[in-house]
């Protein structure tokens, strides 16, 4: 019985759900207090904008950007997207590291963004989960294969195609920071390698 309990409690989304309420709380905040498409309103109070970081050192706008949506339209894309990766790449991996990941991947597709920001003197506020999303997409390709080839359904082909879809609509799209959907992807992907470990069953783990 405790093994299936144990079981049963890592299957529930409990981190995935807690983030899609954290984006819409902060969203919901900020929509009451201003306009979420004022990208001046969006840079004053946590997006990430190159100019702040560089000479201001702020920093930490790396992180606080992942949980700010410009608009309804936004947020709810982002957070359907969320909840249909975080299920299945929290289930695989565990909440902590889950947590991790999405955290690690989502600070990735920021610093990315800024350094190619940097780099051409074109700067944008950027902000939202998509960097982070797209990093749960990277981890779940990593958890595909090690699974040779096919995990819960999902199969390696499966997942070239989402990617590839994903990667489509954000450069057919106008107003997308792709680095930061490529420096989550890259993010993610690496970071599941350290932190995934392929589940092994044996006798122990089968309690009736």
Known sequence: MDSYNREYNNSKSYVTIGIIAANVIVFGIMTIFGNTLDAEYMAEHGAMYPEYVSKGGEYWRFFTSMFMHFGLMHILNNMVMLGAAGQMVEKAMGHVKFLITYLFAGICGSVLSYIIMLKKQDYAVSAGASGAIFGLVGALAWIVIANR???????????????????????STSGVDNWDHLGGL??????????????????????L
Do not use: A, C, W
């Open 149 to 171: 080839g096919r995990y819960e359904g999902i199969s390696r082909q499966q997942i070239i195609i989402m990617v590839v879809l994903m990667v489509y609509y954000g450069v």
């Open 186 to 207: 890259i993010g993610g992907f690496l970071i599941s390698i350290v932190l995934y470990r392929k589940k092994r069953y044996n006798e122990s783990d089968i309690t």
